[in-house]
């Protein structure tokens, strides 16, 4: 459980003693809630949802690795944004419902994995999908937006209906019109130890958006 703060954002560090203390494992954590992480001490809703979407990750390593690949993920946000565009159809045009922000904030969560595949090897360079990611990601901002400015927007349910529609074309165009193989292509993992400690390496390795975690420094000299 303790593990999983440590290759999170630096700010999470100080929760640390406070998972020691409570014994906080890994099983509790595959399940916890928010009301829980208030009563370790995170009050902060920031650092709520970073340790929630990294278990997310984890959980989706250990279930969708062998079977997830850039039309897996397309079909994940088509089916959203195609829910979403159809509940918006049929809902009060003049203000957005509590469960059309929840399908809005389920829509835009799908989006997340599919533009990290879309920013790396072997996509990321590639005229074409990075021009789909930027598509993906204005979109996705769009709606985010819009959804935010709920009662200062002119129509905002027909405007997102909108964004939802193209979004859904786009995760259609991926699943059903590009040819090149990979988007077929799973995902693999390679496992590493490191036995030294970190301030024996060499170098500092941060973790990033997505889940990616990088290597941020190389020290001089180092081995």
């Known amino acids: 459980g303790v593990n999983i703060v440590y290759g999170l ?7 640390v003693q406070s998972f020691t203390n409570n014994e906080v494992g890994g099983k509790q954590l595959l399940n916890i809630r928010p009301y829980e992480l208030e009563q370790l001490g995170m009050l902060s809703i920031g650092h709520q949802e970073i340790v929630l979407e990294a278990v ?13 690949n850039l039309q897996f993920l397309a079909l994940h946000v088509a089916s959203a944004a195609q829910s979403l ?14 469960q059309i922000l929840k399908d809005i904030t389920r829509t835009i969560a799908a989006l997340k994995p599919l533009i990290g595949w879309l920013d790396r ?10 021009e789909l ?6 979109l996705g901002l769009e709606m985010a937006t819009m959804a935010m400015r709920d009662r200062f927007s002119v ?13 859904g074309k786009i995760a259609d165009y991926i699943i059903q019109d590009i040819s090149d193989p990979m988007v077929l292509q799973p995902a693999s993992l390679e496992l590493v130890t490191l036995k030294k400690r970190e301030s024996d390496l060499g170098f500092l390795i ?16 180092s081995p």
């Open 9 to 15: 954002d630096n700010s999470m560090y100080h929760y």
């Open 56 to 68: 997310e990750y984890l959980k989706n390593f250990n279930y969708n690795l062998d079977k997830e």
């Open 85 to 98: 565009s159809k509940q918006l159809k049929y809902s009060d045009q003049t203000k957005l419902e509590t």
């Open 121 to 130: 090897v072997p996509f990321r360079g590639q005229k074409n999908f990075d």
């Open 133 to 138: 990611r930027t598509m993906i990601m204005q």
């Open 155 to 167: 129509k905002p349910v027909e405007s997102i209906c909108s964004t939802a529609d193209k979004l």
């Open 206 to 221: 941060m973790p990033s958006l997505n889940g990616i975690h990088r290597i941020a420094e190389i020290k001089f000299n």
